[in-house]
């Protein structure tokens, strides 16, 4: 069975700090690896998309990858009121997975003006 | 602007009635796929298609079906209804395999 963990939380920052949420996953053979926030009630909304090692960054997200660890990870910085949400870690598990998505559970993250 | 609808957006029915959920793109994706969001489990994949006339049965698949007659369409059935298929529904899409998927806005459907 291929999972992906993510700490379901909820992790509470205070507004303006770095907020770090960390996901896991057990299928070595996985190629590309996504960052979804979702808002209650709404849908998932893609953030961050890595395909690499290292790290990839897009304004006030940065989108960490180490394949040997098998290990993504999200850094929000200047954390706002507004990225209050649940996080969705998704891993494409490539050929061998029929290039389907495995989600974690997501991580509730609450900013604190 | 390119997009992803569903509808109906919220539906109630009974146990035992036959459910068709419409999901519809407009960015030309050759993939699409069908995902139930319920409180403790996350985003389970129900069916996925990979392009006209193909359909693929995903971990949660009892109960649904789907079918692609077109590349826009990918509706989602269920054929008899159950109290435990009462959840919310969201269809994806993407353009190519290893890429990232993008989401309507979803259905929630009360099975009563």
């Known amino acids: 069975q291929k999972e992906v963990e993510q700490n379901s939380g909820p992790l509470s920052v205070p507004e303006g700090a770095i907020a770090s949420l960390n996901c896991t996953y057990s299928?070595?053979?996985?190629?590309?690896f996504f960052w979804y926030r979702q808002y209650s009630g709404k849908s998932p909304e893609l953030i961050m998309s890595?395909?690499?090692?290292g790290d990839k960054e897009d304004g006030r997200f940065t989108a960490q990858l180490n394949k040997a660890s098998q290990y993504v990870s999200l850094l929000i910085r200047d954390s706002q009121p507004s990225d209050s949400a649940t996080y969705l870690c998704?891993?494409?598990?490539?050929?061998?997975?029929?290039?389907?998505?495995?989600f974690g559970s997501g991580t509730r993250l609450l900013v604190r003006p | 602007d390119a997009e992803i609808t569903q509808s109906p957006r919220h539906k109630i029915t009974e146990t035992g009635r036959q459910v068709t959920l419409a999901c519809h793109q407009t960015w030309n994706h050759n993939n699409m796929f069908w995902y139930r969001q319920d409180l403790g489990h996350g985003l389970r994949l129900i069916h996925y298609s990979y392009g006209v006339q193909d359909t693929n049965k995903g971990e949660v698949s009892d109960g649904y079906s789907v079918s692609r007659s077109n590349t826009e369409d990918l509706p989602l059935t269920l054929e008899s209804a159950a109290s435990s298929q009462t959840s919310v529904y969201f269809c994806a899409s993407s353009e190519s395999l290893d890429n990232e998927q993008f989401f309507g806005p979803g259905t929630r459907l009360t099975v009563l």
């Open positions: 299928d070595r053979g996985s190629q590309s």
């Open positions: 890595i395909y690499s090692n």
């Open positions: 998704a891993v494409n598990g490539g050929r061998d997975s029929s290039y389907k998505l495995i």
